[in-house]
């Protein structure tokens, strides 16, 4: 149990496209999903926050208007980067906790490695 | 912003052997989780710890809540090659409703 999928699995695009990310929580339902964003041999560092039905909080230092979150059921959350650049090339993570359960537990998804060349 | 130290930066073991690290942090935390990634890979939960002193054990691996909540211990016992990865630890603090994430030990088991 505790599945969240994550689509696609790898991306390449061209520097000022946008990219779209999917995040699903396979066999349960997420209150809450959180994005992450991994560079190499780091640790992982939290994006945002959002509940279903409601606008993503985002952390200190990322631009909502570039990376557009949107969570529209308790089983899916999308990340969009907007006119991407180099620099946004890394790894994103996204995370679901369950409605039900334990509090605190999060399970991950299998990330997206996102090149922008 | 949160602190979480983990320590060492990185392991590098014989084949059973036993593995052990920690994570401090400058805040009191309520729960701990101990997370493994894979290279390329998201963190998969291996423990989760709700109370100060609990013990709790998932296999090979136990992990310990510190009394004073600002540490976490992982050990790992008669470690073996799929060990191989990045281990963090991560909590929220008191308050927070969202996970801070260690720094991370990269263990590294010699066949």
């Known amino acids: 149990g505790a599945v969240v999928s994550q689509h696609p699995s790898w991306v390449i695009c061209k520097s000022g496209t946008s990219v779209k990310i999917e995040c699903r929580s396979l066999?349960?339902?997420?209150?809450?999903m959180f994005w992450y964003r991994q560079f190499p041999k780091q640790s992982l560092m939290l994006m945002a926050t959002s509940n279903e039905g409601s606008k993503a909080t985002y952390e200190q230092g990322v631009e909502k208007d570039k990376f557009l979150i949107n969570h529209a059921s308790l089983t899916l959350s999308t990340l969009t980067v907007t006119s991407a650049h180099p620099e946004d090339s890394s790894f994103y993570i996204c995370?679901?906790?369950?409605?039900?359960?334990?509090?605190?537990?999060?399970?991950f998804g299998p990330g997206t490695r996102l090149t922008v060349t | 912003g949160q602190q979480l130290n983990q320590s060492p930066q990185s392991m590098f073991i014989q084949e059973g052997e036993d593995v052990s690290m920690n994570c401090t942090s400058s805040?009191?935390?309520?729960?701990w989780l101990w997370y493994k990634q894979d290279p390329g890979e998201g963190p998969v939960l291996l423990i989760a710890l709700y109370k100060a002193g609990e013990l709790t054990s998932n296999g090979r691996l136990t992990a310990q809540f510190g009394i004073t909540r600002k540490d976490s211990f992982l050990n790992i016992s008669a470690s073996i090659p799929s060990d191989v990865g990045i281990y963090f630890c991560a909590g929220p603090p008191v308050g927070a409703n969202n996970l801070f994430f260690g720094t991370g030990t990269r263990l590294t088991v010699i066949p």
């Open positions: 805040s009191i935390f309520n729960t």
């Open positions: 066999d349960f339902q997420a209150t809450t």
């Open positions: 995370s679901a906790r369950a409605l039900a359960g334990v509090q605190y537990e999060q399970y």
